[in-house]
């Protein structure tokens, strides 16, 4: 079984964001970039699931411009197969990137599709659900444990939900979206760092895809949230009350 694993260059989780003079988006230059953080774990999962000898291959998969090719390197040297490089210069929605992963799907047959839940720049939790309907395949979001059963063609997904787990049953081929407890991304090794060096990846074009891109969204502005107000130390438990009924009025 082949693996396909979409991952997403973003902004580092431990870089304070900045939004842009004209409030056009988030300040990007000469910021620290990383693979997204779901993204990782869906790459572990698929390195995971090809150690258990249930996978033959992970193809990583990257969308956007000439810099996505560091986030493939990274994803080669954590053990990956194969990377694919889809060079799209322009700001692209999870519409247009469920299409694109589609046209990678249709070519390249895998037997499983994974990504991330959501990407932690625009939060959009969009692009997994599109693909699959796209596709037409069976599809488990935010998943904490994934279990194969070869004989069948079956893989059992646990996700959390708001009342406990919640379990279902997908026939492959499948999309799968991970979450955050599924597992533990491993750390690249010096000596897979260089190897992914000198490792080939394959560049493609929308076009080459026969994928039209255009722009389904528009992003109006980009702005702070309101800064907190510092909090007051109160002298008693009867002056909290007194905040509460009289200022708060949640009493």
């Given at each position: 079984?082949?693996?396909?694993?979409?991952?997403?260059?973003?902004?580092?989780?431990?870089?304070?964001?900045?939004?842009?003079?004209?409030?056009?988006?988030?300040?990007?230059?000469?910021?620290?970039?990383?693979?997204?953080?779901?993204?990782?774990?869906?790459?572990?999962?698929?390195?995971?699931?090809?150690?258990?000898?249930?996978?033959?291959?992970?193809?990583?998969?990257?969308?956007?411009?000439?810099?996505?090719?560091?986030?493939?390197?990274?994803?080669?040297?954590?053990g990956a197969d194969r990377a694919i490089?889809?060079?799209?210069?322009?700001?692209?929605?999870?519409?247009?990137?469920?299409?694109?992963?589609?046209?990678?799907?249709?070519?390249?047959?895998?037997?499983?599709?994974?990504?991330?839940?959501?990407?932690?720049?625009?939060?959009?939790?969009?692009?997994?659900?599109?693909?699959?309907?796209?596709?037409?395949?069976?599809?488990?979001?935010?998943?904490?444990?994934?279990?194969?059963?070869?004989?069948?063609?079956?893989?059992?997904?646990?996700?959390?939900?708001?009342?406990g787990i919640e379990t279902l049953s997908?026939?492959?081929?499948?999309?799968?979206?991970?979450?955050?407890?599924?597992?533990?991304?491993?750390?690249?090794?010096?000596?897979?760092?260089?190897?992914?060096?000198?490792?080939?990846?394959?560049?493609?074009?929308?076009?080459?895809?026969?994928?039209?891109?255009?722009?389904?969204?528009?992003?109006?502005?980009?702005?702070?949230?309101?800064?907190?107000?510092?909090?007051?130390?109160?002298?008693?438990?009867?002056?909290?009350?007194?905040?509460?009924?009289?200022?708060?009025?949640?009493?």
């Amino acid at each position: 079984m082949k693996i396909i694993v979409a991952i997403k260059r973003v902004v580092d989780y431990a870089v304070k964001i900045r939004v842009k003079p004209d409030k056009s988006g988030v300040e990007t230059s000469n910021v620290k970039m990383s693979m997204n953080p779901f993204c990782e774990i869906a790459l572990e999962e698929a390195l995971r699931i090809k150690e258990s000898g249930r996978a033959s291959e992970v193809v990583v998969v990257s969308v956007g411009p000439a810099q996505c090719v560091d986030t493939l390197r990274t994803g080669l040297a954590m053990g990956a197969d194969r990377a694919i490089h889809v060079d799209y210069p322009g700001t692209l929605y999870p519409l247009s990137i469920a299409k694109i992963l589609k046209a990678l799907v249709d070519a390249e047959k895998p037997g499983l599709l994974l990504l991330g839940k959501q990407a932690i720049d625009d939060d959009c939790n969009q692009t997994g659900q599109m693909v699959a309907g796209l596709l037409k395949w069976p599809q488990a979001t935010f998943a904490s444990k994934v279990v194969f059963d070869e004989e069948n063609k079956v893989a059992t997904v646990d996700r959390e939900v708001d009342g406990g787990i919640e379990t279902l049953s997908l026939d492959l081929p499948a999309v799968i979206t991970t979450d955050l407890r599924l597992n533990q991304p491993r750390y690249a090794t010096l000596p897979n760092i260089m190897k992914a060096k000198s490792k080939v990846i394959k560049k493609v074009t929308p076009h080459d895809l026969n994928v039209e891109i255009k722009s389904d969204l528009e992003a109006v502005q980009v702005a702070e949230p309101p800064k907190r107000k510092s909090g007051t130390v109160l002298s008693s438990v009867d002056e909290l009350i007194d905040r509460l009924k009289n200022e708060a009025r949640v009493i």
